[in-house]
């Protein structure tokens, strides 16, 4: 069992990080970029890229080496947003990638009259 004072004692005594880091400033949706496509702030990467490489199989960790100029808070932010957000970013995505296929097809035509 915990001694109350001790337990103050040990709250009292733990680090504080220098820069704690904000998470919902990680994520941004802003208008007129990317249309609006949630994205790591300060970065051209959308959260459906990171998703994207998560559902191939990817960790964070490997997600972050693949993108050196993010941070695995960035990718979890991003993977955080999307779990939170599931149902609106996969009904999105899966119109996105219909819509690619659709232009592929019409592209694949065009070639072979």
Known sequence: ?????KGINHLVNMSVVANPVE???LIFRTPG????TPHIAGTGVT??????YYKLGMSPEE???????LSLAQVYGA???YHANRD???LHMGAEEAESDRIEQEH????NP
């Open 1 to 5: 069992m915990i001694d109350g004072a």
């Open 108 to 111: 694949l035509q065009r070639q």
């Open 63 to 69: 997600i972050a080496a693949e993108y050196p100029h």
């Open 47 to 52: 959260v459906r890229t990171i998703v994207r």
């Open 88 to 90: 609106e970013m996969d």
């Open 79 to 81: 993977l955080a947003y």
């Open 33 to 36: 970029i990317k249309s609006g």
């Open 23 to 25: 998470i919902g400033g």
